[in-house]
């Protein structure tokens, strides 16, 4: 990785710098601090639920929290990852590829979305920066909903 001194980013990187580097890999993917509220949350309400889980077995994306019983998967997006129209920001470094990036998870958030409802799920999907006590309490109203209309 080394050659004279000089940084050099490993092959088929996307890394402009070892430090960028760093910084991407240290981005949680799941247990994420508003997640981590969320649920919380729901569980002192009694709930039970799965975490980072498929809703779906042949769809190879998972949801952050499953109700598999109720069919709801929801869905807590970053603002960044996921372009909230109220906070992303555009990248100043390597901009060509990040939003690029950011607009393929867009798309394929929908096309999960699509994917999810065409097959009987209920998809809920809130910001990082949304109220955690606001998404739970939508979250368990759509629990107890969908669990009464299955009876």
Request: hydrophobic share 40%.
């Amino acid at each position: 990785m080394m050659s004279d001194g000089a940084w050099e980013p490993p092959v088929g990187s996307w890394a402009s710098s070892a430090a960028r580097r760093r910084n991407m890999q240290a981005i949680r993917s799941r247990d994420t601090r508003p997640e981590l509220l969320v649920r919380r949350l729901l569980h002192a309400q009694g709930l039970r639920y799965r975490v980072a889980a498929k809703p779906l077995p042949g769809l190879r994306r998972t949801a952050d929290i499953v109700f598999r019983p109720a069919k709801l998967a929801v869905f807590i997006d970053g603002c960044y990852w996921h372009g909230c129209p109220t906070h992303y920001v555009p990248p100043k470094t390597n901009s060509g590829y990040w939003s690029e990036k950011v607009l393929r998870n867009v798309s394929r958030d929908r096309d999960t979305d699509c994917r999810l409802q065409a097959a009987g799920w209920t998809v809920l999907r809130f910001w990082e920066h949304e109220s955690a006590d606001d998404c739970a309490l939508a979250i368990a109203a759509a629990v107890s909903r969908l669990r009464d209309s299955r009876d």
